[in-house]
């Protein structure tokens, strides 16, 4: 089973609003991961501060950052959460469901910025129940050099004609709308995992009868 938390905050499902399905008046918790990411880090919370439906909180959680990742989160006003050290990305995403005050959590990667209609557009996805989480597809940034070019080929699989919304085999959370009920159903991200950590968690919601699912209409800029 999944170990419990070092460090880490108390679960409290009574202080979490857990409506199952969006309305026009749905509240969005949002959390970024964090670790050595100063340069990109801004960029990241103004993507989330961007939203077209604007979301009710934005915090985000470092890892036990050695640079001005911190510093620089804090003059933009968002709250940090610090882990104990560098404990990984389970122990640093189960923290960011935790912490979350709203059923429906947007997680988006320090790397990465989401586009401003990301929530808006996958929100009604989650009209079907069955629905876990909703993730986007990952694009480089333009122009690009010739590492970019290489990155979107290979990494982000960029000429690849993805199908419609749908649902996946598998969990990834560099840009994610989550519902947290049924995360924290199934326990949570693990956090004794400094990788895979998603790809766990989405084999544990989907043997327990949830959807994943991908949207390539959602775009996550690299």
Request: charged share 25%; glycine share 10%.
């Amino acid at each position: 089973g999944t170990p419990p938390p070092q460090n880490r905050i108390q679960t409290m499902n009574s202080k979490s609003e857990t409506s199952a399905r969006p309305t026009g008046e749905t509240k969005v918790s949002g959390f970024i991961p964090c670790f050595n990411n100063a340069s990109t880090i801004l960029e990241s919370i103004e993507g989330m501060r961007s939203q077209s439906l604007p979301l009710k909180e934005i915090y985000v959680i470092d890892d036990g950052s050695s640079d001005d990742s911190v510093a620089r989160v804090r003059k933009a006003g968002i709250e940090v959460l610090e882990n104990n050290g560098n404990l990984g990305r389970g122990a640093t995403r189960r923290t960011g469901i935790e912490r979350a005050n709203y059923n429906f959590v947007l997680c988006c990667d320090a790397t990465n910025c989401l586009e401003p209609d990301f929530l808006k557009k996958a929100l009604p996805h989650f009209e079907n129940n069955q629905i876990a989480s909703v993730s986007g597809r990952i694009v480089g940034r333009k122009p690009k050099t010739s590492t970019d070019r290489w990155r979107g080929r290979h990494l982000f699989k960029e000429e690849v004609d993805f199908p419609e919304a749908g649902p996946d085999i598998m969990l990834i959370t560099y840009g994610t709308l989550m519902k947290r009920s049924a995360v924290l159903e199934v326990g949570n991200f693990n956090a004794s995992l400094r990788h895979t950590e998603d790809g766990d968690l989405g084999d544990r919601l989907l043997a327990a009868g949830h959807e994943i699912w991908g949207d390539p209409d959602l775009a996550v800029t690299s």
